[in-house]
């Protein structure tokens, strides 16, 4: 048998000391179509980062028909016949279908800089041939729909096979996630045309998809290549299991503090909600020193549902009620002097103040504690400063260091300070509190989320995993296309495993 | 909170901006090297008559100064300030004769307005500040132009309300002048003190996270352009005090060199950092400039040249390249 | 999409939002010319006289050629802010080495062509600076701005050089078919940027880059060349600009391009490309420059303040970008 036509060995990659990837190997054989699944933050963008040429790996190597190949650009990428269909459209919508087929690979449809429209639109009508596609090459993007614009983009990828004599590999990263009902099935049927022509790689987290058009499934975990299975003799369940199944230790996730909050009185409480596009009539409650977590893929709605509680996205209808009291925000401004905090996934661009001071962050959110009237009480500001930084164990030098010195889980502590810091916090959303941290710092986000729920504080909790989902919350939503699936009690001793709740996500 | 072991993070060790350092001594370096040169060449410059005569010329611009550094604090520019400025001073000039005092109030809440107006639409609007007050820039001097019949308006009737600008003396040194370095030093301290004194700084630097900490940044950007349409109007106030007139172009030549003091002094056009002393600075830096010009016996046509090379090399300093992504 | 089996067809469908949109963008402009054609025909008894027509050409020329340098440049969503101080420039350059009264230089269309490349040789430094260190365009072209000001003052040197060149100085005074040759000249200019709008990487890739740049660096665009590029032709449309008017006035002057730089960028805004780059062309800026001009010279017929107008032409470039913007807005988006 001829060397598989993708090979990668032992691929490694981490981030600031975070492992993204380790130690992955797989290989893609010829007119294969080859599924790759995991849960968010399992490693898969990484990798195909690193196949697409847009990060290069700390070690490992990828070979190509058995010939190691290594790229350090998106061009040498396509050069060695790897095409790309990104999850995020990358097609430039302000020009034709035939420029952003041949995007930067004009070749001898542009002569000495001069455009041959001719020569061009032939060799774009080529590449659409290819997938069978009857859109014209001189329309314009910007008239196409989502599942045109999804085939154009991937007549784009086939393109690389100009480069190579060989057969392209076609990457489709999360292709059905924009798709519904029949344009699933053209694409279902454009996956099968390109097993004529091409190899292929499928990642997506819709489980019976991947198992539908597969030959082989890879999953990944917490940035590891655990099992390959064969979609004939596989279930979902098992996959969920692989996908997720972890020893989880209670004593990491501080579930001995958790206590009851049977009987506490209701905090917020959430009717009917809806936004168009995102997610609609979702109800819940979060109790006095409740922690609330919300499951859910990408496009389950949760990182909108909680945007919208904290002011930064307008809802459709449904109502809010805080302390019992209606509340309707137009900003976070209002959800901020309502009592609502918020630890955004994006720290470094939402949550720290980059470029200024420690304490200057501290306050960033509410300065009353420390100010009389319109005047900061410098030298108040400065010792309640220094109490956060003991208090959280905060590593700085000083109060005064810039935010951008410090290690992200300093810089995480120093976001919760900020909540902290403000009298009026009632409800903390957090989104992602824990992405990107290590295990230490990890573990000092959970003890400051229990002794937050001591406090009375009720928490609304986008966990990284499914295991901190269920470890941390007392009740667990699960979310699907906008729409709560199932409510899960999770009180200590009676958690829900992460298969239960898979089965209800995807 | 719960005393539970924690583990330990990476420590963090200090470093030392040395970059940001030398960039942030660069300005008051260059004032003295520029003082320097001038008293060696010539060396009756340190005399009252010619301080004077500085400082005079310095006040203005340090108004427009001041009201831009607002502005450009919260990463934004504005374009119209100059142009508001002369238009106040032809609303001035219209109104002083029979209004006196109260003419210089009217103009002044007038040039506020405008800046609101400003501040407004693009706070709200959401759209680049260069383009929308460019567009100001055409409104206003056109207005101004039209309403003057494109010519100087003198003012005799009514000149008392504003004539102690240039009248009195402290130490024989415009009172006027000492008064905008006064106010400078005032904002400063503000920015210092008062709780939400770093607020400009913040959007500059980090909008989204002021946002989303709850910081309101609209009413903080509307502020910044307002201050900045009401420091137009002082300076338009004080350029009609020295001149005696108003005029439809009367203020249109300060632009440059008060957008360089700003930006010379210190302040990064990015956003987020510099001050009202900096600012300052660059003023005194800005005027120093001219006189050293000459001083040293380049031919004053040179101006323009070296204010638009000046501005640009401040810009290259200050700038902070690593929070601009896509730069336009 | 019911059909069966499944298959997307090119059919394009456009929601009507999108559709009056379009229309306004496209076609809305020469609309309006065409309207305010008509109202200044009947308004005004002198506006539809050939010897009217005549100068409306003439003076739509000069605006033309700026302001099809600048699309390219707004194309990217950038600005240049500079053309008054090129074209300072660029026309002291030109007389001074054209015959004049100054000195003995006699270089005459080669003198032209260095007025020309004059302004070529900003638009490259503009571009070099904005892209290689990164300082916003406006930035960069108001403080370029102000040093072709500044050269042209120290060229000046106090007294307008005149231009004494027979055969230069006919382009800008004299007439072909009752048009003044500037007209042909700006007409060729724009067929030129047609083409290379149409056909040429520069062109093409200012479509791409404006439209969104992060997909043009992914495809290995260098984005950085086609950019100085696009302010190469800006600056080298403004040195045009400032040859043509000092072949008109006879004179190299630092104030010769004064009041042209907002005109045109209104014009270019006018005629519908987007001030956040990727749409429009400059075909568009021929209809807006075409609207200015006709406003400008309708509305002095019918006796209305030139001044009010520059008041007008600011409005209007806010209006169009806030309503270009106003869809894009977010409750949390960052703003500069």
Known sequence: MSAPVLQVKNLTKSFKGVVALNDVSFEVRRHEVVGLIGENGAGKSTLLKILSGIYQPDSGEILRNGKKIVFRTVKESAAAGIGMVHQEQSLVTSVTVAENILLGAEGDAVVGGIYNWKVLNRKAQKQLDKIGSPISPTAGVEDLTFAQRQMVELAKALGVEEYTADEPVIVLDEPSSVLEGDELEVLFAQIDRLRQIASVVFVSHRLDEVLRVSDRVYILKDGVCVAERNPETADTDELHRLMVGRESSAEFYREGDQKSVVGADVLLKVDGLSRQKAFSDVSFDVRKGEVVGIAGVLGSGREELTRVLFGAEGCDSGTILLDGTSV?????????????????????????AQSMSVQENIFLADSRPVSVGPFMMVNKARQVADE?????????????????????????????????????????ILDHPTRGLDVGAKEDVYTFIRALCDQGIGIVLLADTLEETIALSHSIIVMRDGEIQRRFDAAPGQKPLPVDLVEQMV | MTQTLLTSSPRVIEQIDWKGRAVSILP??????????????????????????????????????????????TGGIDLSFAVTASFGTVLLALWIPELGALGVLAMLATTTLIGLINGFVIAKAQIPSFIATLGALGLYSGLGLAISGASTIRI??????????????????????????????????????????????????????LLMSGGSTVRIRILAFTLCGLFSGLAGVMLAASQRSGGPTLADSLQLPAIAAVVIGGTAITGGVGG?????????????????????GVDPSFEQIVYGVVIIAAVVLTIDRSRIGVVK | MTSSPPSLGASVSVSPGVRIKRMLLGGGPLVVLLLLLIFFTFASDTFANPGNISVLLTQL???????????????????????????????????????????????GILAALAGVLTGSLFGLV?????????????????GMGAVGIGIATVLFGGRAPQLLDQGLRSLGVDKVFGVSKLVFLAALVLVIAVLIQRYTRVGRYGYVIGGDEPIARLSGINIKKYKIYSFVLSGTGSGLAGVMAATQLGVGDPTIGLGFLFPAITAVVLGGTLLIGGRGGVLRTLVGAAIITVLANGLILIGVSI???????????VIAVVASGWSLRRRVRVIK
């Open chain 1, 328 to 352: 309707r925000f137009s900003s976070p401004v209002g959800a901020v002097a309502a009592g609502f905090g918020y630890i955004p996934a994006e720290r470094r661009i939402e949550g720290i």
């Open chain 1, 388 to 428: 956060w930084i003991s208090r959280l164990r905060i590593r700085t030098p000083s109060r005064n260091t810039n935010i951008n010195n410090l290690s992200g889980g300093n810089q995480q502590k120093v976001v919760l300070a900020k909540w902290l810091n403000s009298p009026r916090l009632k409800v903390l």
């Open chain 2, 28 to 73: 008051l370096a260059v004032l003295v090297v520029l003082v320097l040169i001038v008293t060696s060449q010539q060396p009756n410059f340190v005399g009252i008559a010619s301080v004077r005569g500085l400082l005079e010329s310095m006040a203005p611009i340090l108004l427009l100064a001041l009201g831009q550094m607002f502005v450009i604090l």
């Open chain 2, 156 to 209: 005799s009737t009514g000149y008392e309300a504003i004539g102690w600008i240039t009248d009195l003396r402290v130490a024989q040194l415009p009172l006027s002048a000492l008064l905008v370095i006064v106010v400078a030093i005032v904002i400063s301290v503000a920015m210092r003190v008062l709780a939400s004194g770093k607020s400009f700084h913040a959007i500059g630097l980090a909008e989204k996270a």
């Open chain 2, 276 to 296: 009202a002393i900096k600012t300052l600075i660059g003023a005194l830096i800005i005027v120093m400039l001219r006189v050293g010009l000459s001083a040293v």
């Open chain 3, 61 to 107: 020329s000069i605006l033309l050629v700026l302001g099809v340098g600048l699309t390219f440049v707004i194309l990217l969503g950038s600005i240049d802010l500079s053309a008054e101080g090129v074209m300072a420039s660029s026309s002291l350059v030109f007389v001074l080495l054209a015959t004049n009264d100054r000195n003995d230089f006699q270089f």
């Open chain 3, 126 to 142: 503009n571009g070099i600076l904005h892209v290689r260190l990164g300082i916003p365009s406006f930035m960069v072209t108001l």
């Open chain 3, 307 to 317: 001044y009010i107008q520059t008041a007008v032409q600011g409005l209007v470039i």
